[in-house]
Structures are given as structure tokens and as C-alpha cells.
């Protein structure tokens, strides 16, 4: 949060007045990874306007084989159907279905009017991985914030559903009581994920009088729960993959359920002499500009920007000035302050607009020369204008630089002089201390 700097404050500089900045500001983010779409409770056909509810895509998909010949691989492993299936309804009106699918010809030995050209659109297809991958992270880290959100409530509300106790508070309170007093064991409470609906799925399977275990039904709830008490049934079916959504595990790698991920044996991984870097994901910088709300995934590319676009020349004036790394912190958080407030930091002239403050820098040259330096090497501008400035922590030390080009250089090793060891010798402290002694 910008450090409040207005009259009165400790850390004005020059005698002069700046307004306080009293709400965090945040710079403009670009939207990583898939686009954002409305959330909706039904889902369209990739071909046509036939629509179904979320829950019921079995439909959708039945219905796109019947009506439009397209088969969809392993849609099982898709983490966001809809978000999948507007996508590739977009993309299908921009280039032929041909394009993007194999083309399975049914019949291909009946005559031509008997066959069918059925289109497979599967991860075979380098943009059709792309996109589920995107969309399998995308839901991890959706998944992960609600993950924290449920471990950090304390508004928790709930009643054992062995006991009928009421527990207020954390989740973990439950889940504990009920593996300590009834003996049943979910896992983890930090494993688990939306845990209200997960109760409320195993609550609904004993209120219909079910074991959770084995799943048999029975007539009464006495019957049921001398059922799970002697067959020791007090735990859920591992098996039943509605249970799924619930743990993280079935979150973490792409395509792979718990099952899985646990049969893997970890012994495979340290055979490999060489770690493999390929799944690490690198996230773009998207630096914003000093004047503007463009970005480039670069702090070179951002500083063309600025130099082409607003005649500012940061790396001149970093080298010109020897501006060492917090006199770069402080420099680019003094004119983001100077911006935000629509004040040109040469001239302190106001204006009612960011664009007519850049029009009059621009045409006045006052955007291309600093202040003197007592104006905004002041320790207020070592806190950061706006909270997510990505700039900051790309910026570069010259002494830095200077040291790795130093050591990329071949420096010279001067043996010692041998012909001179005699006289080291005689000049020694030790024999001067060993003459000392002798006299004594």
C-alpha cells in the first residue's frame, strides 16, 4: 500500500504537497490462460443453438455424435466442459471442422450413400492439449483458493451426523470428532475441498439409508447403523469416483485420478540422473508501462515501449545517472505517484486527465528529463505506488552488471616471484622476533 505522503507527513520532500493515497491501487492485469466466460447453468452445442444443463452433458455429447458426427476424446479428463465447448464452437466458425479433426469414415466398403464421415477431435491435436491444460490448471488454482478460503473460516456450522453434536468454528473440528469418537476417517481435513457439499452428499446417503461403505440399502437407520458399526463400514468407498471432486488429490496432474497418482511408483523418479524442467510453468511478467496502460511480457520490450512511444529512456537515464537498484525503486514509484495523481513531475502542473497530463510531458519534452534527485530519492518512494507493480522486481543493478561482465572477462594470474623469496626471508617478522629472542 503507497505510503501516505500529504501535509504533514514525515517524509515530504522540498517543502512541497502531495495528496494522500488512502485505497491500495492496482495496476491493470492482462487475463492469462483461457478467456473468462459468464458462468451459465446450460451449455450450447459446438454446432448448433441446442442447449443443455450443465449436469446433463451425456445429453450434449449424444447429441452431437447423432446430429453432427463429432466424437469427443476422453472428455472425462476435461476440467471446465463449458468453458471447452465454447471455446471449439468458435474456433469451428473461423476454420473447417477438417482443420481440427480426424475424419473416421464408417461403412467404408458399403456404398457411398451408406457411409458417414464421423470427426474425432481429441489431445492428439497440439491446440486441443494446449487448451485442456490450460483449463486443468485454471481449475487448480480455483480449487486451491477454495481449498485456503475453507481452512481459514471460522464461521463453520455443522452437526455430526453419528451424534447429532453441533460444531461451530473450523471444519477440523468436525472431521477430528468424528474420527476420534466414531472411528470414522475421510482423510485429512486440509485434503479436502468443499466441504459442505461433501457432507451434505454423505448426510443425503444416510438420510436414504445407506451404508457409505458397500452401499447396500437397508429398511431402517438402527438397522444401518448396527450394519456399519460390526462390519466396520465406517468410512466411504474409495471406489466411487463421486467422491473425487472433493480431495485435492484428484486436482494435482492432468489426466491422472488418485488412483493413479498413488499406484506411481516414486522409486522410477530417482533413477532419472536428470530432472526434467518440462511441466514447470512459467508465468509471463506483463510489466506495465510508466505512462500507460501497456504491457510486455519483458522489462526490454516495456523500456522500447517507453523510449518509441513516450520519448522516456529509462535505460539511458539509469546508466547516465548510475542509478543503483532501490534508486530505480524509488525513481519508478516517484513517477507512478506523480502520474496517478495527474501531476507532471517537472513542471507540477495539474490536470483534469492522465491523457492530457502525457499530451503536455510529451509536447513540453518534460517527460524525457528527471527532477533533481532530492525530489524523488526520498525513502517514501521506497513503498510501491500500486500493490501488483511487476516492474519492481525485474529492475537490474548496474553494479550488478558491471560485476558479471567483470567476471566474464579472462583475468590474468600473475605468479609469485621466486627470485625474491630469499629476500622475504630476511625480512620476515619471524626472524626478527628469533634475533630478539637470541639477544635475550
Same mark, same amino acid.
Given at each position: 500500500?503507497?505510503?501516505?505522503?500529504?501535509?504533514?507527513?514525515?517524509?515530504?520532500?522540498?517543502?512541497?504537497?502531495?495528496?494522500?493515497?488512502?485505497?491500495?491501487?492496482?495496476?491493470?492485469?492482462?487475463?492469462?490462460?483461457?478467456?473468462?466466460?459468464?458462468?451459465?447453468?446450460?451449455?450450447p452445442c459446438i454446432f448448433c443453438e441446442e442447449c443443455s444443463p450443465r449436469a446433463e452433458q451425456d445429453q450434449l455429447l449424444k447429441h452431437m455424435i447423432i446430429?453432427?458426427?463429432?466424437?469427443?476424446?476422453?472428455?472425462?479428463?476435461?476440467?471446465?466442459?463449458?468453458?471447452?465447448?465454447?471455446?471449439?464452437?468458435?474456433?469451428?466458425?473461423?476454420?473447417?471442422?477438417?482443420?481440427?479433426?480426424?475424419?473416421?469414415?464408417?461403412?467404408?466398403?458399403?456404398?457411398?450413400?451408406?457411409?458417414?464421415?464421423?470427426?474425432?477431435?481429441?489431445?492428439?491435436?497440439?491446440?486441443?492439449?494446449?487448451?485442456?491444460?490450460?483449463?486443468?490448471?485454471?481449475?487448480?488454482?480455483?480449487?486451491?483458493?477454495?481449498?485456503?478460503?475453507?481452512?481459514?473460516?471460522?464461521?463453520?456450522?455443522?452437526?455430526?451426523?453419528?451424534?447429532?453434536?453441533?460444531?461451530?468454528?473450523?471444519?477440523?473440528?468436525?472431521?477430528?470428532?468424528?474420527?476420534?469418537?466414531?472411528?470414522?476417517?475421510?482423510?485429512?481435513?486440509?485434503?479436502?475441498?468443499?466441504?459442505?457439499?461433501?457432507?451434505?452428499?454423505?448426510?443425503?446417503?444416510?438420510?436414504?439409508?445407506?451404508?457409505?461403505?458397500?452401499?447396500?440399502?437397508?429398511?431402517?437407520?438402527?438397522?444401518?447403523?448396527?450394519?456399519?458399526?460390526?462390519? /466396520?463400514? +465406517?468410512?466411504? %468407498?474409495? *471406489?466411487?469416483?463421486?467422491?473425487?471432486?472433493?480431495?485435492? !488429490? $484428484?486436482?494435482? #496432474?492432468?489426466?491422472?485420478?488418485?488412483?493413479?497418482?498413488?499406484?506411481e511408483d516414486d522409486r522410477e523418479l530417482l533413477d532419472n540422473v536428470e530432472e526434467d524442467w518440462s511441466d514447470w510453468e512459467e508465468h509471463p511478467v506483463c510489466?506495465?508501462?510508466?505512462?500507460?496502460?501497456?504491457?510486455?511480457?519483458?522489462?526490454?520490450?516495456?523500456?522500447?515501449?517507453?523510449?518509441?512511444?513516450?520519448?522516456?529512456?529509462?535505460?539511458?537515464?539509469?546508466?547516465?545517472?548510475?542509478?543503483?537498484?532501490?534508486?530505480?525503486?524509488?525513481?519508478?514509484?516517484?513517477?507512478?505517484?506523480?502520474?496517478? /495523481?495527474? +501531476?507532471?513531475? %517537472?513542471? *507540477?502542473?495539474?490536470?483534469?486527465?492522465?491523457?492530457?497530463? !502525457? $499530451?503536455?510531458? #510529451?509536447?513540453?519534452?518534460?517527460?524525457?528529463?528527471?527532477?533533481?534527485?532530492?525530489?524523488?530519492?526520498?525513502?517514501?518512494?521506497?513503498?510501491?505506488?500500486?500493490?501488483?507493480?511487476?516492474?519492481?522486481?525485474?529492475?537490474?543493478?548496474?553494479?550488478?552488471?558491471?560485476?558479471?561482465?567483470?567476471?566474464?572477462?579472462?583475468?590474468?594470474?600473475?605468479?609469485?616471484?621466486?627470485?625474491?623469496?630469499?629476500?622475504?626471508?630476511?625480512?620476515?617478522?619471524?626472524?626478527?622476533?628469533?634475533?630478539?629472542?637470541?639477544?635475550?
Amino acid at each position: 500500500i503507497a505510503a501516505p505522503t500529504g501535509r504533514g507527513s514525515p517524509f515530504q520532500a522540498n517543502g512541497g504537497y502531495s495528496e494522500y493515497i488512502l485505497e491500495p491501487l492496482s495496476l491493470p492485469e492482462s487475463p492469462g490462460g483461457v478467456a473468462a466466460v459468464e458462468e451459465s447453468p446450460s451449455v450450447p452445442c459446438i454446432f448448433c443453438e441446442e442447449c443443455s444443463p450443465r449436469a446433463e452433458q451425456d445429453q450434449l455429447l449424444k447429441h452431437m455424435i447423432i446430429e453432427h458426427k463429432l466424437v469427443i476424446a476422453d472428455i472425462k479428463l476435461v476440467a471446465d466442459f463449458r468453458r471447452y465447448i465454447l471455446y471449439w464452437k468458435k474456433r469451428f466458425t473461423e476454420q473447417p471442422i477438417t482443420d481440427f479433426c480426424s475424419v473416421i469414415r464408417t461403412n467404408s466398403e458399403a456404398p457411398i450413400e451408406e457411409q458417414d464421415n464421423y470427426f474425432l477431435l481429441c489431445d492428439v491435436l497440439p491446440e486441443d492439449r494446449l487448451l485442456r491444460e490450460q483449463l486443468q490448471q485454471k481449475r487448480l488454482r480455483e480449487i486451491l483458493e477454495q481449498q485456503q478460503r475453507e481452512r481459514n473460516d471460522t464461521s463453520f456450522h455443522s452437526i455430526c451426523m453419528f451424534c447429532d453434536k453441533e460444531f461451530t468454528g473450523n471444519r477440523s473440528v468436525l472431521f477430528n470428532h468424528m474420527a476420534r469418537d466414531h472411528a470414522f476417517n475421510v482423510g485429512l481435513p486440509d485434503n479436502i475441498v468443499n466441504c459442505n457439499e461433501f457432507l451434505a452428499a454423505l448426510q443425503k446417503k444416510l438420510d436414504n439409508l445407506q451404508c457409505l461403505y458397500c452401499e447396500k440399502i437397508f429398511r431402517d437407520k438402527n438397522t444401518l447403523k448396527d450394519h456399519m458399526r460390526k462390519k /466396520q463400514h +465406517r468410512r466411504i %468407498n474409495a *471406489k466411487n469416483t463421486e467422491y473425487d471432486r472433493f480431495y485435492i !488429490i $484428484n486436482y494435482l #496432474e492432468f489426466g491422472k485420478s488418485w488412483e493413479e497418482v498413488q499406484s506411481e511408483d516414486d522409486r522410477e523418479l530417482l533413477d532419472n540422473v536428470e530432472e526434467d524442467w518440462s511441466d514447470w510453468e512459467e508465468h509471463p511478467v506483463c510489466a506495465v508501462c510508466l505512462f500507460c496502460e501497456k504491457q510486455a511480457d519483458t522489462t526490454e520490450k516495456l523500456c522500447l515501449h517507453m523510449k518509441e512511444a513516450h520519448g522516456f529512456d529509462f535505460l539511458k537515464i539509469k546508466t547516465e545517472h548510475g542509478l543503483k537498484f532501490y534508486q530505480q525503486v524509488k525513481l519508478v514509484n516517484f513517477i507512478r505517484r506523480e502520474i496517478h /495523481q495527474c +501531476r507532471c513531475y %517537472n513542471c *507540477k502542473e495539474m490536470f483534469q486527465s492522465k491523457t492530457e497530463l !502525457i $499530451n503536455h510531458m #510529451e509536447i513540453t519534452k518534460h517527460i524525457t528529463f528527471l527532477p533533481t534527485k532530492s525530489t524523488w530519492d526520498q525513502p517514501q518512494y521506497y513503498f510501491p505506488t500500486y500493490e501488483n507493480d511487476t516492474l519492481l522486481c525485474t529492475l537490474s543493478d548496474s553494479e550488478d552488471e558491471l560485476t558479471a561482465k567483470d567476471q566474464s572477462e579472462d583475468v590474468p594470474v600473475i605468479s609469485e616471484d621466486l627470485s625474491d623469496l630469499e629476500a622475504l626471508r630476511q625480512s620476515s617478522v619471524l626472524n626478527q622476533l628469533l634475533r630478539e629472542e637470541n639477544s635475550d
